[in-house]
Every structure is written in C-alpha cells, then in structure tokens.
C-alpha cells in the first residue's frame, strides 16, 4: 500500500502529484477521503478530472467499500490507548485513557484543569506500551501561549521510577512540536501542516500519536462576532475539526482539543455552564469531557458524551508532580 505513488494514480502528473504533495495531500489515501472540489482547488485541475484522482486513489487504498461489523471489530483493535495518568480517570474513558482514532474535547471554566490534562498527555504519549504510552511524539497548536516547557519538566520529573526506565527530561522535550497559532486561519494552516510533519515521523521511533489543539475555539470566538458571522464561523470550525478527524485517522492518533465555555443565563435548574462552538463540535468530537474545579488539588471530570460508554464522573488531582488519584 505504502508502495504507491501518486504519479501512479489516473490523471496525476509529475507537476499535479507536487501540487497535491504541497497542499499536504502526502499519500494516496489522504486523496482517497478528500472532496472533489478541495483537490481541485490545491491541484489547480478541474473537478472531473480530481474527481477522477479520487476514485482511481479510492481503487487504490480499497476504502470505497462496506465493511462488516466483524471487520470493524478486528481493525479497531489497532486503537491504542493513552493514560492520563489518574486511574478514575482512566476507568472514566473505559480502562486505559484516551483512545486514538478519536477527538477528545475537553471543556471546562479557567483554572478546571485543561491545559494541566494537555502536558500530562504530552508526557504520557510517549512512555513505553506497558506503562500506559505510545512511545510516540505529539503535535501541539497553541492558540493561547500556554504551552510551558517547566511544566513538562515538573511532570517528567514526577513519573514514578520504573526499574528499567530512565526518564530523561530533555528526550521528552525533543518530541514535543509546538506551533503558535495567530489566528484561526493560521490555525486551520497549522492542522493541515501537521500532515507533514507526521508523515516525515512516521518511520521514526517515535511516531506522531497524539495532536493537542489548546485552545479550539479562541481564535474563532475573537475574529467572529455576532449573530452575522455565525455561518461562516461554523463552516470554518466544521472544515478545520474534520481535518483533525482525518489526521487521527490517517496516523491512528489522538486529538486532544480543549475547549471554551460560556454560561448559559436562562438555564433554571443545574449547571448553566456550556461549551463554545454549538453542535459543529458536538456532533464531531468522539468524547467530550466537562471539567470542574474542586477544592485545593482536586478536580472532577465528567463524560459527557461518548459513543460507547455511559456518562459518569471521575475525581482525580493536579499537583505540581502532575496528574494522579
């Protein structure tokens, strides 16, 4: 599969095959679950004829087709998981942490915990299989600056000691890639940039498994204000998650996207507090998780939605060594 270029597709030339790779359309199935009318933009060729790339690509990697529930069933044995870290938590999201080919949404007031769960992520994604890692590297885009190196410093220096293992802070550092983001569309520009750089990882011994978007929804609150630009926002927030979607996908890793809230004033009875960025990213995060302040350390999360698991809560803490029971 890998083998295949894209010269070999129908209808791709040298010059159109360097288009596409530009445009971050990297490998032939990256094609293969593209629109018709986002390749013909990037490979400047008319719509038939990307039309044509996509189906010969879809010959290709063999994704057109159905599948039964058992085939489902063997490939979703490939899902890694990832531990937070706390084991409430962990039990939380099924036994294991978060699970790869998923977005995970994480929302929750200032000072809940989300960006606290996004370093311990970054740190955990790269322990070996049998200490709860992936032994992979992480892609993160900072819309806010909160990216902080002392921070992964303090947890790398809090994992429990490990006969056998050596934790070397600076290693943990070499494979966390952070990007600022400016704006939303230098945000959407970063997701799709990310493509490349896990494809020149990918044969490395620490592939791209966990991509970390701090915070969603930021630049998209900010440049997009009232009820008049709601539509475009929408669309642009849409575009930009499924783009996250295809990236787990493609690198069977896991999105972590933390989100805003705002308060719901109207609402009499329970909490008033909800995510920013409405059904768009309801409907297409995986799991979404609320997180709540408690007293000194402690913090509550909540499963909110989740397309196998009942909702439930977890109380775990965030201490200076990092997240635990």
Known sequence: MTDILLEDLAG???????KLREAGYGTVES??????????????????????????????????????????????????????????????????????????EL????GSGKT???HQMAVNVQLPLELGGLNGSVIIIDTENTFRPE???QMVGGLPETEGYEWNIEDFLKNIHVARAYNSNHQILLAENAMDLA????????????????????????EYVGR????????????????????????????????????????FFG???????????????TFRIYLRKSKGEKRIARLVDSPNLPDGEAIFSVSMEGMGD
Do not use: W
């Open 12 to 18: 791709v030339g040298p010059a159109t095959a360097e």
């Open 31 to 104: 094609i293969a679950v593209a629109s018709p009318a986002e390749l013909a933009a990037c490979a400047e060729v008319g719509e038939s004829t990307s039309a044509k790339i996509i189906a010969s690509a879809r010959q290709v990697a063999d994704i057109g087709g159905f599948e039964t529930g058992d085939q489902i069933l063997e490939r979703r044995k490939l899902v890694g998981k990832i531990t937070t870290g706390s084991k409430n938590f962990d039990e939380l999201l099924g036994g294991g942490g978060m699970e790869t080919q998923s977005i995970v």
């Open 107 to 110: 929302y929750g007031e200032f």
């Open 116 to 118: 606290q769960v996004a």
């Open 151 to 153: 921070r992964i410093t």
């Open 199 to 222: 494809e020149e990882l990918r044969d490395s011994e620490k592939p791209v498994r966990l991509v970390i978007v701090d915070s969603l929804i930021a630049h998209f609150r900010a």
């Open 228 to 267: 008049g630009t709601l539509a475009d926002r929408q669309q642009k927030i849409n575009k930009h998650m499924h783009t996250l979607q295809r990236f787990a996908d493609l690198n069977n890793a896991l999105v972590l996207a933390t989100n805003q809230v705002m308060s719901k004033p109207d609402a």
């Open 271 to 285: 909490d008033p507090t909800r995510p920013v960025g409405g059904h768009v990213v309801g409907h297409t995060a």
